[in-house]
């Protein structure tokens, strides 16, 4: 039974889904409302007229690690995955990303040009792809109702392009500019050819670079504009391909000199649809003037959250508490400069992402997609031994599968804002309690708040003249829907 506050104005009917540090996973609570009256209540005012961006997706990223322990467990517990993220009863991903060629979550380092000096590609292969991240694909468009988007990114060009001739690091030589536009070209052909659409690529993983560790390429600002206007752009036109193209597509902090040589002007702009953004620079700062640099520069453009995960640390099995408790570390906690240590202090991994994820949706961002679907115990496998956290954890030996309280977490968000929702604005009386809302195309409004403290706290939701009170419990998320 649905309960509302007793106040003058009409009662709000909503159903509540929370997440909380005391056990419920994305539960449908029945005994929410509260009948406080009283000036303490968090004053929470929907304002619908007020619409902002329009949302593209959430959702994740198929990498070759997580397709190859899909490949190791049973076909109930594989099945069981792929319909968590993107069945009718799951997360309803609607965003994803992949790599192209190997990055640092392959199991080996590979190109789909492997021949040296091939610059019209006639070896072109996506062959390494076929016994694993293809059929993931495939299985996830099989149970997704509403269909997902792709994003395709490059963590390299193949050895023999860069001036280095390695995986890590270098540049692309600019003989080999149109050769690499045309990767793109035949890429989108051979995913064609499979059945799969690639909605969009981002023109670099991590441009500025990975400090040396894995697969990687570098760019200035105005050398990925200049590859986007006069190569990527122009190529992908001429072979009739519509694939969006991002730029940038690494940490927030470097945003406002990337998007500034993207929109300079009508010339550079043109090829590109957007721009695609990391969270690692911090584990609890959002840059929200970044985000709104980006968004004025460029108010019609994409700006997509392309990558983020739990990095720096081992997965902790069937242990949903460490999820909510401040004892991760990222890579900064050790290898910052002294000058941005204090972007980096010990979080909770809930927390990162209710954070980042709200914060994301109140400054522009339209899409946000994690890292790697699934991982092992290990936080792997993959070919550098860089481990991390993924939303589900398997242990293929024992096809068992963990899915943590990041799972829901994510869940809140994908599940209940569409794509074509719009974020809405809304007044919130409460700066410690973090809140966004959007109303889907069907008309409903999706609430998101999160309350980080310890302590209980109670809302008063208001729309129009129709009000009720809403009791979110310490260390909890909450995803509150207004019917149409």
Known sequence: MILSCQTKQDKLIVEVYETSASGNSLTKLENFSSDKNDENLIQVKLLPAQKRQTITGFGGSFTESSASLLNQLSKEKRDFIIEAYFGETGAKYSLTRTHMNSCDFSISQYSYAPVEGDKELKHFTIEEDKDDIIPMIKDAMKVSKDGFKILSSPWTASPWMKDNKKWVGGKLLPEYYDTWALFFSKYIDAYKAEGIDIWGFTVENEPLGNGNNWESMHY?????????????????????HKAKILGYDQNREHLNEWVD???????????????????YASTYEVFPKELQYAHNKAPNKYLIQSEACVDSEIPKWQDDAWYWRKEATDWGWDWAPEKDKHLHPK???VNRYARDIIGCLNNYVDGWIDWNMVLDTKGGPNWFENWCVAPV??????????????????????????????????ENSDNELMVTAAQNPDGTIAIVA?????????????????????SIQGQAIQTIVVPN
């Open 220 to 240: 200035s600002p105005d050398e990925m504009t200049n590859f986007v206007q006069n190569h990527l752009g122009p190529k992908l036109e001429a072979d009739g």
């Open 261 to 279: 040589s993207q929109f300079k002007n009508e010339a550079t702009s043109k090829y590109f649809d957007g721009t695609a953004i990391h969270w």
């Open 347 to 349: 979080y909770a991994p």
């Open 393 to 426: 954890i398997v242990d293929p030996a024992k096809d068992e599968v963990y899915l943590t309280p990041l799972y829901y977490t994510l869940s809140h968000f994908s599940k209940f804002i569409r794509p074509e929702a719009k974020v809405i604005g809304l």
């Open 450 to 470: 999160f309350n980080e403290g310890t302590k209980a706290k109670t809302l008063n939701l208001v729309l129009n003249e129709k009000n009720i009170a809403i």
